[in-house]
């Protein structure tokens, strides 16, 4: 690899350039409250960079050697991300989370690939398509949905199990619909996650102020359900 000071300095602009483009798209993620936030994508488009120039660059061709291909390293990059994207999917109770920011890990590894070509214009493309994806997007999609109830999740804390029968009075009385529900138990008690849809939007205030007001439960947190 040369040393000179221009082709240096190209380089580390493909890596800046690769772990910014990252950090857009995990800065969404981070913002939502996912886990793969924004230092995993950043580092993660950063990799996929170096060994995107290592694979064009690191390994010059040589008189007594074949010519040596530059997808090598680049594909095993596109097997690899695989992995790290499966450990971003969860399974919890009978739903499934993490599609969505493992598919965002996929794409940040091709961006950091696109940089580390030189290909400024498809990596910055390439960003601004994926966080429209992930943020209007799904801000479309929530409000198509209003139609036809809004989703949430709850995060409750029961001193004790039988404290549930108050929950799901609170509900009924308020046609709530409850569409999924995992427990689990804790130090403090039994920690249950509700995934609920309301009739309407409105409908969360009342249906938050009731829950609060019953003994022995604690709301830890309300968020708007998504494709996670």
């Given at each position: 690899m040369s040393t000179e000071i221009p082709f240096q300095f190209d380089i580390l602009i493909r890596l800046v350039a690769a772990a910014a483009f990252g950090a857009g798209l995990g800065f969404e993620r981070e913002v939502h409250g996912h886990?793969?936030?924004?230092?995993?994508?950043?580092?993660?488009?950063?990799?996929?960079?170096?060994?995107?120039?290592?694979?064009?660059?690191?390994?010059?061709?040589?008189?007594?050697?074949?010519?040596?291909?530059?997808?090598?390293?680049?594909?095993?990059?596109?097997?690899?991300?695989?992995?790290?994207?499966?450990?971003?999917?969860?399974?919890?109770?009978?739903?499934?989370?993490?599609?969505?920011t493992a598919a965002s890990l996929w794409v940040v590894a091709s961006i950091g690939l696109a940089a580390g070509a030189g290909a400024y214009f498809l990596a910055a493309s390439g960003t601004i398509i994926a966080l429209i994806a992930l943020w209007p997007v799904q801000i479309l999609i929530g409000r198509a949905h209003l139609s036809g109830?809004?989703?949430?999740?709850?995060?409750?804390?029961?001193?004790?199990?039988?404290?549930?029968?108050?929950?799901?009075r609170v509900l009924l009385n308020h046609h709530v619909e409850i569409v999924n529900i995992a427990t689990q138990k804790s130090k403090t008690g039994q920690h249950m996650e509700?995934?609920?849809?309301?009739p309407n939007a409105g409908q969360a205030h009342l249906v938050l102020t009731d829950l609060e007001a019953l003994p022995g439960l604690d709301v830890e947190a309300v968020s708007q359900s998504e494709e996670s």
């Open positions: 886990p793969a936030g924004m230092r995993t994508h950043m580092l993660v488009s950063l990799g996929s960079a170096i060994f995107t120039v290592l694979s064009i660059y690191g390994f010059p061709r040589s008189v007594d050697t074949a010519l040596p291909d530059p997808t090598r390293i680049s594909a095993q990059i596109v097997t690899g991300i695989g992995f790290l994207g499966a450990g971003a999917i969860i399974k919890y109770g009978t739903s499934i989370r993490g599609l969505t109830g809004r989703l949430m999740r709850l995060n409750l804390t029961l001193k004790k199990l039988d404290g549930f029968a108050g929950v799901s509700l995934e609920i849809r309301l």
